[in-house]
């Protein structure tokens, strides 16, 4: 009690600290309890979601620290019941060479229209789930509604994807989120290619680089520009801070959807001006060929 006498008159900041500290500690047990009687429901459909043995890696649930629109702690649990996630659709051969979209039957060409019309400036692409619903659906509220604590449910169809077809991701020196202009920034509270970017620095173990790739100028959303106009929109957006930093270096684009590849595309040809290696992309979606 003397302490705690002595300690209001004189130490009034300590303890305002610890009794911050304590309130965290008690909003950390006090969440556990509530997931003990309310267990996790599926993100789609509601329903409880089984324990299971595959959790979402360590890694992935240590790196949101130091981001203050995520708390530092998150149960390692699934978002999606297995039923759910059985809806998934995984990105699958014959792929595009170029973008990696699936091409179909028709396997007369080894790229895609798209790829073919645009000649995008990357080496490569990789999208590792088709573009629809209840994918599309989800992505919508990750990047829009706050949703951030699917890149759990997000990092581990890029891990699969990845991991299925053998990809050499070790060959890059630095993951690059697209970035988003610091107005959109400002509006959206946070930017989903970074949030997935992290995600996949920590993973596979690679450097994340957020703040030398950067957008120069705000531009419209592409999705509600037709298939040409996105690639005016998006021209001579970016810019690279240190472009020595870059040079010769092999460097992993990553965003959450490739329908054009037009941002991808910029971003690359930003990415090479500045000497860079080679450019590759990955995207946690892709859209089927139109
Ligand atoms: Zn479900
Ligand atoms: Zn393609």
Not at 262 to 277: I, N
Request: glycine share 4%; proline share 6%.
């Amino acid at each position: 009690m003397a302490f705690q006498k002595n300690g209001f008159h004189t130490e009034k900041i300590d303890l305002f600290s610890a009794k911050c500290y304590h309130a965290s500690m008690l909003k950390r047990i006090w969440k556990g309890l509530l997931e003990l009687v309310y267990p996790p429901n599926c993100f789609l459909c509601k329903n409880f979601i089984p324990p299971t043995e595959d959790h979402t890696s360590k890694n992935v649930n240590e790196w949101s620290s130091g981001w203050d629109f995520v708390p530092s702690h998150f149960p390692s649990r699934e978002e999606l019941c297995p039923g759910c996630l059985k809806l998934i659709e995984y990105n699958r051969p014959p792929f595009c060479l170029k973008c990696s979209r699936f091409l179909g039957e028709d396997i007369r060409h080894p790229l895609c229209k798209e790829c073919r019309l645009t000649k995008p400036h990357f080496d490569f692409a990789w999208g590792c789930c088709i573009y629809k619903d209840p994918l599309k659906d989800l992505i919508h509220k990750f990047k829009y509604s706050q949703k951030t604590l699917l890149r759990h449910t997000f990092l581990k169809f890029i891990r699969t994807f990845i991991a299925d077809y053998h990809f050499d991701i070790h060959q890059f020196d630095f993951v690059v989120p697209i970035p988003l202009h610091s107005s959109r920034l400002r509006e959206r509270g946070y930017n989903q290619s970074q949030i997935l970017a992290l995600g996949v620095a920590e993973t596979f173990d690679i450097s994340l680089s957020e703040h030398n790739l950067i957008r120069t100028r705000p531009t419209k959303p592409q999705i509600e520009l037709s298939q040409k106009e996105r690639w005016t929109n998006i021209r001579g957006a970016f810019r690279i801070k240190l472009p020595d930093k870059f040079k010769n270096k092999n460097i992993l684009i990553i965003d959450d959807l490739l329908t054009t590849g037009a941002t991808a595309s910029e971003a690359a040809k930003t990415l090479k001006d500045a000497g860079a290696g080679t450019v590759g992309v990955l995207t946690l979606s892709v859209t089927l060929e139109k």
